[in-house]
């Protein structure tokens, strides 16, 4: 029963549409815990400790965010592979290559495929840089997060980086949360415009208040 479901494919556009709503829960709160580097590096560096402590003493040290890491891992993961099977099967459906007329993909499918390869590209820059320092440009300090914030954004290639990805997520939520609503059957006559402007409005409040801090530490209001 499962095998068939992830087969067809509305099963697979089920599951980008639930992996991308987890995920998106997660930017939400990942923005919001952000922002508070505007407080100062005794708030952002206890806010980054608290993470590692949810749950105790029920749960041990960083067992909640190792969870939650998992997740996420799962969440991409079943995203990626749905989304590059969906597209590989989007091109076995196309005309044949003597057909000389050939169809364009629409702007939003190029957005989305596009902007999914630099996020996955990035997720993966993130991750070596802020978590396990390897790339990172300052000398990484285990357990000060915030400086290491500063170090990344007081370099010309990460605030690039890291402000190209965060347009591109935002096209990305803007195309696919009304994608994800349609699918799991949220779209109607009466609420598609109020859907529209939800997708329009999570894109942008979540796009500039990532690409906030870069824009802080550049201009020195964080530092």
């Not at 992830?6 to 980008?16: E, N, R």
């Not at 091109?91 to 057909?99: E, K």
């Not at 996020?119 to 991750?127: A, K, R, S």
């Amino acid at each position: 029963m499962t095998r068939t479901v992830w087969d067809s494919s509305l099963g697979k556009k089920t599951v980008m549409a639930v992996s991308g709503l987890i995920m998106l829960l997660y930017l939400v709160v990942h923005m919001l815990g952000n922002l508070k580097i505007f407080f100062g590096a005794g708030d952002f560096n206890h806010y980054a400790h608290w993470l590692r402590t949810i749950g105790e003493p029920f749960l041990h040290y960083e067992w909640a965010l190792w969870i939650i890491r998992v997740v996420l891992v799962l969440a991409v993961v079943a995203h990626a592979t749905a989304a590059y099977q969906l597209s590989r099967r989007d091109i076995r459906a196309r005309p044949s290559r003597y057909v000389h007329t050939k169809p364009r993909s629409s702007y939003a499918t190029r957005t989305m495929r596009w902007g999914g390869i630099i996020l996955g590209l990035f997720i993966v820059w993130h991750l070596l840089d802020l978590t396990t320092g390897t790339v990172h440009s300052g000398g990484f300090q285990s357990g000060h997060p915030y400086q290491n914030v500063v170090d990344t954004f007081s370099t010309w290639y990460g605030d690039v980086i890291y402000i190209v990805a965060m347009l591109a997520l935002g096209l990305h939520i803007r195309h696919g949360f009304w994608s994800a609503a349609q699918t799991l059957g949220a779209g109607s006559h009466t609420r598609d415009r109020a859907l529209k402007t939800i997708a329009n409005v999570l894109a942008l409040v979540l796009t500039a208040g990532f690409i906030a801090v870069p824009v802080a530490v550049m201009t020195g209001v964080v530092s």
